[in-house]
């Protein structure tokens, strides 16, 4: 059965703490592995992986696919609280019933 | 750009009772999907719309039900709702081709008394 595993489940840490979520996935017709940051209600897109070894990078925010371990990290460097919040981890397959897998998310707090 | 909308954002029903969440994509997306999210279960996937068709369906019981208009706006109905059908009702809509992101709604909030 195809499945998105993310790790930790929360996490809690200090402003200016640097932190790295994971993802590994069992996934059937791989396309390409989302990041999404959830803060209330409306998750809101980070980065889309396709290609292994690529980093992708927006400010302090960074993350990176490795399609032969099947896995990816967000990495956080320096956080703040804003960026508290549920971070989901989702593959994109090129076919079946479920086009997109999300992992459980992590929760992750910073504290000031 | 508008993004995805839902309504209403908060919703009380009683067991036994039906429930309509509607969501409107962003203009020019045909592909509309709608995800139940409750704490610990992450974002699991009921249907997605594409051109008034449903093309997927998950693992949810018939009680789940949901229609798109030829507008690309998107309908989900539960009927006879359970204590356990408590959850936030996410819609998300794509432009339907290759690599494309979702881009989600604030949801609807349901609560099963």
């Known amino acids: 059965e195809d499945k998105v595993v993310q790790s930790p489940l929360s996490l809690v840490v200090h402003e200016g703490d640097t932190v790295t979520l994971n993802c590994s996935y069992e996934v059937t017709n791989f396309r390409s592995l989302l990041w999404y940051k959830q803060e209330k209600k409306a998750p809101t897109f980070l980065f889309m992986l396709?290609?292994?070894?690529i980093e992708k990078k927006s400010g302090r925010l960074s993350s990176i696919l490795d399609k032969k371990e099947l896995f990816s990290i967000l990495n956080i460097t320096a956080t703040q609280t804003g960026d508290s919040a549920v971070y989901l981890c989702a593959v994109e397959r090129t076919s079946g019933t479920y086009k997109y897998i999300f992992g459980t998310g992590t929760r992750l707090k910073v504290l000031a | 750009k508008a993004g995805v909308t839902q309504t209403p954002r908060y919703l009380i029903k009683t067991r036994g009772q039906q429930v309509t969440l509607s969501c409107s994509p962003i203009s020019g997306h045909r592909s509309v999907s709608w995800y139940q999210q409750t704490p610990g279960q992450g974002l699991q996937f009921l249907f997605e719309y594409f051109s008034e068709t449903q093309r997927n369906k998950g693992n949810f019981p018939g009680r789940f039900s949901g229609r798109q208009f030829s507008n690309s706006r998107s309908e989900m109905n539960v009927s006879t709702l359970e204590l356990g059908d408590s959850a936030l009702y996410l819609c998300?809509?794509?432009?339907?081709?290759?690599?494309?992101?979702?881009?989600f709604g604030s949801g609807t909030q349901l609560s099963v008394l």
């Open positions: 396709t290609s292994s070894g």
């Open positions: 998300a809509s794509s432009r339907d081709s290759f690599n494309e992101k979702l881009f």
